[in-house]
């Protein structure tokens, strides 16, 4: 677990396998990767170095997040729910945008504070409501849940404090260490509460934030209001009309539109490029790119196949046809012979009957030879 103010606790290999530098930062696109979502609710509780991995399983954030999701229904704003340090305002709620607190929740609380505040949208009846101002930056430093959080959250929660103090902006910047808000692989995760130019404030989420970017957080997104595009997530507020879309375009505040899974959809295209039916899309676990691949290498061998039997049946069918000339030929041959010796024996049959009278007329001496030739 790194110590907040010194991260010379954090060993070489961890920093290089968990930190600001390992392999993973930077492989995939921010835009996008914040569910849309309307109101946050931070509920300050304890030290974040003491935080089990399921934060939300120690007795206060246990009774508030049930509650949460059994009144899912009656909620008329989607509420996301994060837990903050809390040390000595155990208990504090702060509510986004409206920035309103509440102080001293305690279990036996949770259920009338979710009806009032939550579902019916008035001041809690057990409480005051206090307003404050300002802008909030909540790091996520969950180390029991993820341990690229616990080395980055801390380093960057010690840069921000010692760059604020720089500006002398202690009175109106506040960082807190968060839990888990989701996108272990982008961290450092950061989000920042502030009003915008028109005095809007919204919730913004940073990731693939290092200690090098702090300076440029605090002087263009929190004095300035303008988003640092190559590390925005997404934000609070954000419309949920459309938001499964893929190709949904989001405009920054500073007026830049972000294509969100740009990348995401060119390299679908190359991998789908050349599949059958231009499939590959996955659903419940099963991906039709292998059957399809299957099933055009099927074809493709039963056309070889149709093709082969082809050509053999061809070359047979060609040897049986030369073949048959070959006796036809022959049996021709023989018959015309047949045909030839019957004709000539049948010629000279012939002349021999016209012989054999002549002979018994002329032997009788009733006839005269009369000698002739054939013509």
């Known amino acids: 677990m790194a110590d907040p103010n010194n991260f010379s606790t ?23 990767t914040v569910t849309p979502y309307e109101r946050h609710m931070v509920l300050r509780h304890k030290s974040y170095t003491d935080w089990a991995s399921r934060v939300e399983e120690d007795r206060l954030p246990k009774l508030l997040s049930s509650a949460l999701k059994s009144r899912k229904n009656d909620i008329p704003l989607k509420t996301l729910f994060t837990v903050t340090e809390g040390e000595e305002s155990d208990g504090d709620v702060l509510i986004f945008p409206e920035m309103v607190k509440y102080k001293g929740l305690t279990g036996s609380d949770v259920d009338g504070f979710v009806e009032d505040v939550l579902v019916n949208g008035k001041p809690w009846a057990s409480g005051v409501q206090e307003t404050f101002t300002g802008s909030y930056v909540f790091v996520c430093a969950h180390a029991n849940r993820d341990k690229r959080c616990g080395v980055c959250g801390p380093v960057l929660i010690q840069k921000l404090k010692e760059e604020i103090e720089l500006r002398g902006l202690k009175d109106q910047v506040f960082v807190s260490a968060c ?19 028109e005095g809007k404030v919204t919730g913004h989420w940073y990731g693939y934030v290092t200690p090098d970017d702090v300076p440029e957080l605090l002087d263009q997104h929190i004095a300035k209001g303008e988003i640092i595009e190559h590390l925005w997530r997404g934000q609070m507020g954000a419309s949920t009309e459309g938001g499964d879309e893929k190709d949904e375009q989001k405009t920054l505040p500073n007026g830049t539109e972000v294509k969100e899974s740009e990348k995401h959809e060119e390299s679908t295209a190359q991998k789908t490029e050349g599949n059958v039916g231009g499939c590959c ?13 299957s099933e055009a290498s099927e074809t493709k061998k039963s056309e070889e196949t149709i093709e082969a039997s082809g050509k053999t049946l061809t070359g047979r069918l060609t040897s049986w046809v030369e073949s048959w000339e070959q006796r036809d030929v022959l049996t021709a041959a023989a018959v015309v012979g047949a045909v030839a010796t019957v004709a000539v024996a049948y010629s000279y049959y012939r002349r021999s009957r016209r012989i054999k009278p002549c002979v018994s007329l002329f032997a009788s001496g009733l006839y005269t030879p009369v000698f002739w030739s054939r013509q």
């Open 10 to 32: 954090v060993s070489a290999e961890d920093a290089a396998k968990f930190g600001f530098t390992r392999e993973e930062m930077y492989s995939s696109k921010l835009a996008g």
């Open 179 to 197: 839990s888990h808000v989701g996108g272990h692989k982008y961290a450092g995760n950061l989000i920042i509460f502030s009003p915008d130019s």
């Open 281 to 293: 899309q996955v659903a419940n676990g099963f991906s039709c790119c292998m059957t399809a691949r």
